[in-house]
């Protein structure tokens, strides 16, 4: 059974840090790619960062590159996301994801297992 569950969210000011993790297990972890999206209260989901399981190929949005850095540690089956100056526009529900395919790969692979989300809020 694929699951995945994210932690590391929370309260942060504007310009501070946070490191999501994303811990997953019932699948070959090292051959998957695996990605972060978020969903902010009103707005639709956005892709944010996606990491290739053959190379460790990174990919983000406009949005968050610069600031934003994903990294895997495939012996402790984990994803992180790694996020500095953080914005208040950053505020929302942060989900890790996997593909069905070993084959799909970044940057968009096509998405079926979901984590159940960690709210991160930027605010003063």
């Known amino acids: 059974q694929v699951q995945l569950v994210e932690s590391g969210g929370g309260l942060v000011q504007p310009g501070g840090s946070l490191r999501l993790s994303c811990a997953a297990s019932?699948?070959?972890?090292?051959?998957?790619?695996i990605g972060w999206f978020r969903q902010a209260p009103g707005k639709e989901r956005e892709g944010v960062s996606c990491?290739?399981?053959?190379?460790?190929?990174?990919y983000y949005a406009d949005s968050v590159k610069g600031r934003f850095t994903i990294s895997r540690d495939n012996g402790k089956k984990m994803v992180y996301l790694q996020m500095n100056s953080l914005k208040p526009e950053d505020t929302a529900v942060y989900y890790c994801a996997a593909p069905r395919n070993s084959a799909s790969d970044c940057p968009h692979p096509g998405y079926d297992y979901w984590g159940q989300g960690t709210q991160v809020t930027v605010s003063s």
């Open positions: 990491i290739s399981s053959r190379d460790g190929r990174t």
């Open positions: 019932g699948f070959t972890f090292s051959y998957y790619a």
